[in-house]
Structure formats: C-alpha cells, structure tokens
C-alpha cells in the first residue's frame, strides 16, 4: 500500500457527524443543578500541556476541548469542527504533508470572544516555544508549521509526509487554549501564569470558578457553550484528595458523590460496596498499564540540580542484567489476582493494544522465575561478598529506592515486589507519595513522577485514541525530564537509543496498518527486552457512578469525562 492511499480510514474509524446521545432529556441548561465528582488523586493544575497527569488532563477536560477526539469505540469523532480532515474529502494533501482543519462556525469562548484559527495555531506555537516544558510534546513532532489564512482554517504543515496526521489537536492530551489568554506565558513563563493555568479560559460545558490545587475545583455552566440546552448541570464540585476507598464508598455506599473515577481497588472490597445498590460500577479496557520504569540516571542528592540527568549514569540500573532479574522476579499473575481481578490482566507489554499492536514476543514474563534472576545476577557478577544477604559489584550494593504514589493497591503491590527481590538479594526501600504530588507536575517538587529521584518508581499511563505513534514517541531521547525541560517528558527511564530514534522516524512516515503495526512492537519489544520499563497489569478502566446519574459513557481512549455535557439527573 502506498502513503497516497495508506491514510487507512483516518485511524481505522473516523465519524463524520458530530457526537449526541437521544437520552430524551432535554431542557434549559442548569436544569439539574450540582453534580459532584470525586478524583482521589487530586488536579494540580488546569493546563494539560504542564502536566502529564491524567488527573490534570481530565479535569481540564470539562473546560478545554480539542478539534477533535475519541469516542467510547476508539472512533475518532469531530468536536469543534464540522468533520475529520482525511484524503478522501481533500482534508489531508495527497502527499500526506498537510491537513486542513476547518473551525465550526459560530463557536466561542467561555468568555464570549470568537474561537479562531490564531487559537489553534498559537496552541502548537506554547507547546513548542523555546525554553519551555510540554508535557504533551509528542503530539507536535515534525510539525513545521500551522498558517491561517482566515479565521476558521488553520494548515498543519509536516515535515515529512504523516500517514497519521491526527497527532496536533486531538484528545484530551492536545486541546486548544486562548491565545489571548496565554500570550504572555510562553517558554519559561509558563509554569509562572497562576491564574490561566488555574483557570482557563476554554471553549467546554464547565468554566472554573474556583481552583484549589490539589483540593477542590468549583465549576459553573459555560454560559456561552455552543448547545443551548446543555450542560443539563448549573455547577460542579470537583473534589480531589482522599483515597480508592474513600471515593468508592462516597458514590457506591453514601451517595454523597455522583461519579468517582479509578477505583484502584482490590475485587472483593469493590463487590461489597456495590452491595448497598446506590451506584454503579462501570469498567472497560483499553491501553492502561501499570508499570515499573527504571532511572538510567544517578538521583542522588549530592548531585545538586543535575541529579537524575543523563549527565550521571546510574550506578548499578545501567547493568541490563538487574533490570532483567527484577522483572523475573515477578509473579504478575498473584499481582492481577490480589489487585485487580477481572479489571486486570497480567502483561508483558508497555502497548498491550489494540490486538494488533500486541507483542507476544515477551510472554516468558508471564512465568515468574527466581532461580533464573539468581543465575542472571550471578552471571553478571553480583554476589554477597558482604554476607549481608544483598548482592553488590565493585563496591556497589544492590540496595534500591522504590516508589510510587499513595493507594492501598499499590502499596500491596511494593510489599510483594520487595519480598520477591530480597529472594535474588536485591534489598529494597519502599515510598509512597500523595498522588496529587506525585502526578502533579510541579518543576518545584523532587516529588513528580517525571523527575523519578528514585531508583525506579511504578504508576500507570495510556494514550489517547487507538493509534500509538505519539505515545511509543515518549521514549525518544529529547522527551526525558530534566532542567531545561522545566522537568516536563515523558521519558522517566532517561532512555535514549538511536535505534529507537530510527523507529520512531520510521513509523511517522508509514502509512500501512500492518507495518505500522510492525513497528510498534518492534519499538515496544525494544522497551521490553532492554528491561528499562517491567510492565506489570494490563489494567481496565474501573469507576462508579451514582444511579440517578444519566448520560456517563466509559471511555477508555480519552477523558473519562468526555461527554460531560451530556450528563443529566435521573429519576433513581
């Protein structure tokens, strides 16, 4: 298949009408009054671009919107524009160098000024600005330029042809924001721009009028939103902070909340409280792993403001055969069984999906392996010399800090993994940071998962939609968090290969599914075999909401909160 006709559907499913749900509801917006939603790991911030949170991302998500996004089926659907630019209807250049977007008419800002072209263009030219941090940086590669010929038309130019040009201004990840707004806040100053990163000004069903970093959000309907009757919800109380249990019991056994997401929660503790009948819990996978990401980089402290860049290689993590015996140690299945249940699958792979970018080239991870770790370590040279009952090499122990955020799922998960590894003598310290921390982003905190100043530390991610090009991009060397970044990336391993440079170059330029697909688990295999990232959980998205709550549609290939808009109050 060539690139002229490899644009394969616009991401195997491309809907040409807008999204709407007949629920039958209808009525003035504000009808139903408060809505409460409860985020145990609280939002930090309201700019997606300056954090790579999901929590942060989904928030902002009631607020600011892209050009286009996912549906629940992994459909890319067109959201402030009247349909997905492709090949076929001259949307897309038949060299696969430029796609055309084309505003809906009549759209404005929460503030009533006219959403233009000049928003779109300066919401590439923030995320790329020189001496700045983005989070979503990926999303942006070999754009060249976006030109505006007229206020509802905004040209993406590439670089190299792009058989999946959808990278730029879709999902949650790639929203639009005000140009007036954010003018003043590029590069450097962006971190600094208080009030816009708090308090956006976007074009979504929800406009914020109070933000409480890591507490409590307070939203009001968008006044100037494009539906007239919608959101049927005149506020929303946003609160943040707490644990799994708690936000489980507040909408499944008290009713206090109307929707709590990730309920990172072990099976049984889920079934009882779905016992008392208020709520109901709703689950579906999609591209979530949990993971163990190692530091190829020194975190100590002593190494002043580049501890945990590639100026300092990492002691002992830089010996592939550590890494490989810590992921032997595993036994993923127990971690499924104890963790998650049937909203989890034991994985091999950082990109478990869709099927066809599924590796089975790793599955011997699926078996864990103690007498094999031992021989790997010992093979490689690290013995007890001490007696101490932890193995060391040329003076270095293998003594490791490990962490990950705060949640009773997790910290079950660090128990097991440290016995596991005391069994092929690594000895290991354990720390759990509040996910709001964690997640948060700050480039004043040693706390962010992006700085990692741990030995390896162990989350969950995913990406928007179902094609990978942009996520499998996190690993390219430029995306490691580090001074000059404003600690922003995505690469916390400090991972850097030309082979996987080569890769990722590849893939952007190839527009066959089936060698795209090729590539992926070549990129993912990469990953795997070097041991860099130890995927743990294939994970399923698991949250609850109240049973008078209508309108929610899962989904897992974008903000959860995708379709707030059409949220309305039943009569349960």
């Given at each position: 298949m060539t690139l002229k006709t490899a644009l394969w559907?616009?991401?195997?499913?491309?809907?040409?009408?807008?999204?709407?749900?007949a629920d039958g509801h209808e009525g003035e917006r504000g009808r139903d009054g408060n809505v409460s939603i409860i985020y145990w790991q609280a939002p930090s911030i309201m700019n997606p671009y300056l954090s790579g949170g999901t929590k942060d991302l989904e928030a902002a998500s009631l607020v600011i919107e892209p050009l286009a996004r996912y549906d629940q089926d992994g459909n890319m659907v067109p959201w402030l524009v009247d349909e997905v630019p492709t090949v076929e209807n001259g949307g897309v250049t038949e060299d696969l160098t430029q796609i055309t977007w084309k505003l809906k008419e009549g759209l404005v800002w929460s503030d009533g000024t006219p959403l233009t072209s000049?928003?779109?263009?300066?919401?590439?030219?923030?995320?790329?600005?020189?001496?700045?941090?983005?989070?979503?940086?990926?999303?942006?590669?070999?754009?060249?330029?976006?030109?505006t010929p007229d206020e509802l038309t905004a040209i993406v130019k590439f670089g190299v042809a792009k058989p999946f040009p959808y990278g730029p201004f879709?999902?949650?990840?790639?929203?639009?924001i005000q140009k007036a707004q954010f003018a003043e806040c590029l590069g450097p100053k962006a971190p600094e721009c208080t009030d816009a990163n708090f308090m956006p000004v976007g074009t979504g069903p929800f406009t914020v009028t109070d933000f409480k970093p890591n507490d409590v959000i307070t939203l009001a309907a968008n006044e100037n939103y494009r539906d007239a009757n919608k959101p049927a919800f005149a506020t929303v109380t946003f609160k943040g902070g707490g644990d799994a249990t708690a936000a489980g019991r507040a909408v499944l056994e008290t009713g206090e909340f109307d929707y709590a997401w990730n309920l990172q929660l072990a099976p049984d503790v889920l079934a009882n409280m779905a016992a008392a009948g208020k709520g109901s819990v709703v689950s579906a996978f999609g591209t979530l792993v949990e993971r163990i990401e190692v530091n190829l980089t020194d975190p100590d402290p002593s190494l002043g403001d580049r501890r945990g860049t590639v100026d300092h290689p990492h002691p002992f993590m830089t010996d592939k055969a550590v890494r490989q015996a810590l992921s032997m140690a595993i036994d993923r299945e127990?971690?499924?069984?104890?963790?998650?249940?049937?909203?989890?699958?034991?994985?091999?792979?950082?990109?478990?999906?869709?099927?066809?970018?599924?590796?089975?080239?790793?599955?011997?991870?699926?078996?864990?392996?103690?007498?094999?770790?031992?021989?790997?370590?010992?093979?490689?040279g690290w013995v007890d010399t001490n007696g101490n009952g932890t193995r060391d090499k040329d003076g270095v122990e293998l003594s490791i800090l490990y962490q990950t955020s705060t949640n009773?799922?997790?910290q079950d998960f660090q128990a097991l993994i440290k016995q596991w590894w005391s069994e092929i003598g690594v000895e290991t310290e354990l720390r759990n940071i509040d996910a709001s921390v964690f997640f948060g982003g700050d480039p004043a905190s040693p706390d962010t998962f992006q700085k990692n100043f741990a030995d390896l530390e162990m989350f969950a991610n995913n990406f928007d939609g179902t094609d990978p090009e942009a996520y499998m991009a996190n690993w390219a060397c430029d995306e490691a968090p580090r001074p000059e970044t404003q600690w922003q990336g995505n690469n916390m391993m400090r991972f850097c290969s030309e082979d996987y440079e080569a890769l990722i170059a590849e893939m952007a330029g190839t527009g066959d599914i089936n060698e795209r697909a090729r590539i992926a688990k070549e990129m993912n295999d990469m990953l795997m075999q070097e041991y860099v990232i130890i995927p743990l959980v294939d994970r399923g998205r698991v949250s609850a909401h109240a049973n008078s709550l209508g309108g929610v549609v899962l989904n897992t290939w974008d903000s959860e909160l995708w379709n707030a808009a059409d949220w309305y109050?039943?009569?349960?």
């Open positions: 559907g616009a991401a195997a499913a491309v809907a040409f009408v807008p999204m709407a749900y000049e928003d779109v263009k300066f919401s590439w030219e923030y995320c790329t600005a020189e001496g700045g941090g983005c989070a979503q940086s990926e999303k942006y590669n070999d754009v060249v330029s976006v030109e879709v999902g949650a990840q790639a929203p639009i127990l971690l499924v069984e104890i963790g998650y249940g049937d909203a989890g699958r034991p994985t091999c792979n950082v990109l478990p999906a869709p099927a066809i970018y599924a590796s089975s080239a790793n599955d011997a991870c699926l078996t864990q392996d103690i007498e094999g770790a031992n021989k790997v370590l010992e093979d490689a009773a799922v997790r109050r039943t009569g349960n």
